[in-house]
């Protein structure tokens, strides 16, 4: 498990919760992400790793730094969630 770190996310607190590790050389996002999008439900498909879904753990989720070097074992996004400012 990685350590949940914090980041500041316009206005808001942002955790960055956890990686998607990629596990074929036939990894692929749906679109093009930039970085900080957020993902209104969970379970959206957002890629594809050879024929396995790759979707949002959870509603709201941000997408933190989305890999353009898409190979086995590198990671292809981040997965973050907005929490309480006053956290």
Request: one cysteine or more.
């Amino acid at each position: 498990q990685y350590p949940l770190l914090r980041s500041l996310v316009g206005s808001e607190m942002c955790i960055r919760d956890r990686p998607y590790t990629i596990q074929t050389d036939s990894f692929r996002f749906t679109e093009t992400f930039t970085g900080l999008e957020v993902i209104e439900k969970a379970d959206t498909v957002i890629g594809y790793d050879g024929e396995s879904e790759v979707t949002t753990p959870y509603d709201s989720c941000v997408l933190i730094m989305p890999s353009l070097r898409q190979t086995p074992g590198a990671s292809a996004v981040r997965f973050g969630k907005f929490i309480d400012a006053k956290v």
